[in-house]
């Protein structure tokens, strides 16, 4: 069973730091993509960043400059750095593991980030 496990989550002041982690199950078949996402009270998911199994990244224009992404192939794991931390990035962040087989996209359970002003 594929499990995707999110760490690193929790309070912080506006202007600091926190690195979140997660971990993917290690099985037959590679990851095409690993990312992050996350999500508040009412409102859609929204992509954070991304990484490829090649190291491309995509940000999105809100983390830009701010949260940076890395990726441990061989050991499945993706990092998001995340600095100059905003009240507005309060949210539930969840982890994205894209397997290279049909149907292998697999969520973490989530884990709350909250940013005080």
């Known amino acids: 069973q594929v499990k995707v496990v999110e760490s690193g989550g929790g309070l912080v002041q506006a202007g600091g730091s926190l690195r979140l982690s997660c971990a993917a199950s290690?099985?037959?078949?590679?990851?095409?993509?690993m990312g992050w996402y996350r999500q508040t009270p009412g409102k859609q998911r929204e992509l954070v960043a991304v990484?490829?199994?090649?190291?491309?990244?995509n940000y999105a224009d809100s983390v830009k400059g701010r949260f940076t992404i890395s990726r441990d192939n061989a050991k499945n794991l993706v990092y998001l750095q995340m600095s100059s931390l905003k009240p507005e990035d309060t949210a539930v962040y969840y982890c994205?593991?894209?397997?290279?087989?049909?149907?292998?996209?697999?969520w973490g359970q989530g884990i709350q980030v909250t940013v005080s002003s």
């Open positions: 290690r099985g037959i078949f590679s990851i095409n993509a």
């Open positions: 994205n593991a894209q397997y290279a087989v049909v149907g292998g996209d697999y």
């Open positions: 990484i490829t199994s090649g190291g491309s990244t």
